[in-house]
């Protein structure tokens, strides 16, 4: 009869472990789908300031390149009056 008492007891502890263990691994899969989203949304935010950052990049080229051409432009003007004389 002890044998018995005893299979039953093991068998309910393997089951109590097993809905423990499924409790844990919901818990943590909750966790990892919450760590997921907010990095998620930081990536998507770091996205967004890149994005913003190159257009703003691109913008100071841009001027940049104005400002060079004017420059460039300049020093022409400046070379053609010096070899005029």
Known sequence: MTEEVTMIQILQAVTEL????????SRL???IDKVESRLD????NVEKKVNENGEKLDKVDTK?????????STKTDVKMLQDAK
Do not use: Q, Y
């Not at 949304?41 to 998507?44: F, G």
């Not at 940049?64 to 460039?72: A, C, G, L, M």
């Open 18 to 25: 097993s809905e423990d263990l499924k409790a844990t691994e």
């Open 29 to 31: 899969n909750d966790k």
């Open 64 to 72: 940049f390149s104005i400002v060079r051409d004017e420059v460039f």
């Open 41 to 44: 949304k930081k990536i998507d």
